[in-house]
């Protein structure tokens, strides 16, 4: 455990009197680890602050799994003061304030997208746990559910749910079905798009024989609001006042933003936690249930996903170097149509193998893609990338984008083939590649 730790966490931590915490000496007793991604400067992460604190106090003189338990600040501060002003507030260990490269690895692997942000992850193997800590330490303010770790959604959700003519069934009536679970809210104007798209993909799924069902899990401020926003749907839903319910799903699948719509297979497996970015992207439904796709063609829709973790993008211009993947003999260049329909494919053709081969291995550890993979054609969208990245405008261009460490990797070769896609992924994760900046 602890040298799976020191290649987690790096050999030494801090404390709040400027010593070193030596990561081996943590205890040969630990076995989860909360990760707080926080900043100094960031209001809602100085009010958590104060709850988490009163909270491992709490842990750490009465709960029986004292020892078990051990929480690292991870700052995304760039004063030095001020991180150590907020660290002096703090009655755990941190990473060190220069150590950037292990904090941003830290957050693309454990995917963070806000703050304050609590992961507990299990101390020896670095698997996630539970995703929102944050409502650990609001629900379970005494630490009687240690270790916080994933019950079965069928368990989480029961109870009676209600349909918008206020009757009520059962959970039950989900068993065998794919399930949607939806997370929104009224006062959420992405929300109320999404819904509009939402219920009229569920309409198309329905009307096609699928088992399908949704579960609406509300972020209403009120009940009126909940009532009003509930009319509007043809789903299931859990009633506003079971407060504890709502919190339980939102703490099962880790939610840190709304609209966001996991998919469950029939035996209550996620599928996908891109709901939202499926439904958009395929609005007549012909992917549904949306299993992860190796590649994703980048639109407007699926944009944001350049946010959550270092992403490959394959820039493909009027012109492209396509490929036989079956003979894997390299054709002369030809042309295509940039408003045509699948001139994207020979480009999803070349990566695909090595994103496939990426996803085994990382679906068999069970564990989340270090790296999501794009193909770029020439629009709107495109543009924008290029110019906010500030990437030169050769085509194909192969690239590895990391938004959160603002850094980027270009692999200037004359031509891009399978070989050089998957040296270059291999670099990457191996650390050897040289970023520069965004």
């Keep these: 455990m602890s040298e799976f730790l020191v290649g987690l966490l790096g050999e030494r931590l801090v404390n709040s009197e ?32 104060s709850s988490l604190c009163e909270f491992y106090s709490r842990f750490k003189k009465s709960s029986e799994h004292k020892e078990k338990l051990e929480i690292v600040f991870i700052s995304s501060d760039q004063d030095q003061k001020h991180w150590q002003g907020f660290l002096q507030e703090m009655p755990w260990p941190a990473l060190p304030f220069k150590d950037r490269h292990k904090k941003m690895k ?27 800590g944050l409502l650990v330490v609001r629900d379970d303010p005494k630490g009687l559910e240690f270790p916080w770790g994933p019950k079965p959604f069928a368990e989480v959700v029961a109870g009676p749910l209600l349909r918008n003519n206020r009757q009520t069934t059962d959970p039950s009536s989900l068993e065998g079905h794919y399930v949607g679970v939806y997370f929104s809210a009224h006062w959420c104007p992405p929300c109320r798009s999404l819904t509009r798209v939402l219920v009229e993909s569920y309409r198309t799924i329905k009307e096609s024989g699928q088992k399908f069902e949704i579960v609406f899990v509300s972020a209403d401020r009120s009940e009126d609001s909940f009532k009003q926003y509930f009319s509007e749907m043809p789903w299931l839903a859990v009633p506003y006042s079971d407060e504890a319910r709502r919190s339980r799903l939102n703490r099962l699948f880790g939610i840190q933003g709304i609209p966001t719509l996991i998919l469950l297979d029939a ?16 609005p007549e439904c012909r992917l549904f249930p949306w299993h992860p796709r190796p590649v994703l063609e980048l639109s407007e829709s699926n944009a944001v996903q350049l946010h959550e973790g270092p992403c490959l993008v394959l820039f493909v211009g009027v012109l492209f170097l396509t490929f036989n993947t079956i003979r894997t003999l390299f054709f002369p260049l030809i042309y295509s149509d940039a408003e045509e329909e699948g001139e994207l494919d020979p480009a999803k053709e070349l990566i695909q193998p090595i994103a496939e081969k990426l996803m085994a291995k990382y679906k068999a550890k069970e564990e989340e893609m270090p790296l999501l993979f794009f193909v770029a054609g020439e629009d709107d969208m495109s543009d924008s990338l290029r110019d906010y990245t500030n990437l030169p405008e050769a085509a194909p261009l192969l690239t590895i984008l990391d938004m959160s460490a603002r850094a980027k990797y270009v692999r200037d070769v004359e031509e891009i083939t399978p070989a050089v896609v998957e040296q270059f992924v291999n670099d990457f994760l191996a650390e050897k590649l040289k970023p520069e900046p965004i």
């Design 18 to 49: 400027k010593a070193e915490v030596d990561v081996q000496s943590l205890g040969a007793k630990l076995s989860l680890v909360g990760l707080f991604f926080g900043c100094s400067l960031n209001g809602p992460c100085k009010q958590f602050n």
């Design 106 to 132: 830290l957050w693309n692997k454990y995917k963070v997208t806000s703050i304050p942000s609590l992961v507990f992850v299990d101390a020896a193997t670095g698997k996630i746990v539970c995703r929102n």
């Design 267 to 282: 035996e209550g497996h996620v599928i996908t936690r891109q709901g939202r970015v499926e439904v958009l992207n395929d």
